[in-house]
């Protein structure tokens, strides 16, 4: 990876860019409170059902009445900005994938394009709807790649055969993967990646 002006860096949003889940876990306590959902609250678990106690139609609920509060008052990991508009400054190409969709909120490109102006975060792309990553990150010719959900990780990697990062959460602490290498902040992430630029 020669010429930095090639590269493009595929980044995941909530929990990899944005401390979502933290503000999750704390509109999903009150909502089982209004709604009487007696289920002991398991953090590390990745399913709404196994850490919420939830079916399908309590997570739309839960959607139309805290996620659009929820996703606000969700924090920007640290150093998340100054990385990657260094990155950016620096000449790769960033682009944000996320599986937000507009089944969640009606607005959801421009709610999320605010919050990732508001946070001051320069980018190239910003694509949503994002179901099946590999697939985006193939056509947008992705060289590397960062998200917190593990299954999203290994199909990118299976796929495309990139260096893929895994950003470590509470709920994804078990999972591992030989290729895929967890990434606890960005300033590692920012180290990481101008090593992989330097030594090809
Ligand atoms: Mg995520």
Redesign the pocket.
């Known amino acids: 990876m020669d010429n930095k002006k090639n590269i493009t860096i595929g980044i ?5 860019i944005s401390s979502s889940n933290e503000m999750f876990i704390k509109y999903a306590k009150l909502y089982n409170k209004e709604k009487k959902i007696n289920f002991k609250i398991d953090e590390t678990q990745w399913d709404l059902d196994k850490s919420f106690g939830w079916n399908d139609n309590n997570y739309k609920e839960f959607c139309k009445q805290y996620l659009r509060t929820l996703l606000n008052e969700a924090e920007i990991k640290y150093n998340a900005a100054e990385k990657i508009n260094k990155l950016k400054n620096e000449g790769y190409k960033i682009i944000i994938i996320t599986s937000r969709n507009e089944k969640e909120l009606n607005d959801m490109y421009s709610f999320t394009e605010k919050w990732l102006k508001n946070h001051n975060i320069n980018y190239d792309k910003l694509i949503i709807n994002s179901l099946q990553k590999e697939e985006e990150c193939l056509k947008n010719k992705v060289n590397i790649f960062i ?3 593990m299954k999203n990780c290994m199909n990118v990697y299976k796929k495309l055969q990139i260096p893929v990062f895994l950003f470590d959460g509470l709920y994804n602490t078990n999972d591992k993967y030989s290729n895929i290498e967890r990434v606890y902040s960005w300033d590692e992430i920012y180290l990481k990646i101008k090593n992989i630029v330097e030594e090809n």
């Open positions: 995941d949003l909530d929990d990899t998200d917190d959900n």
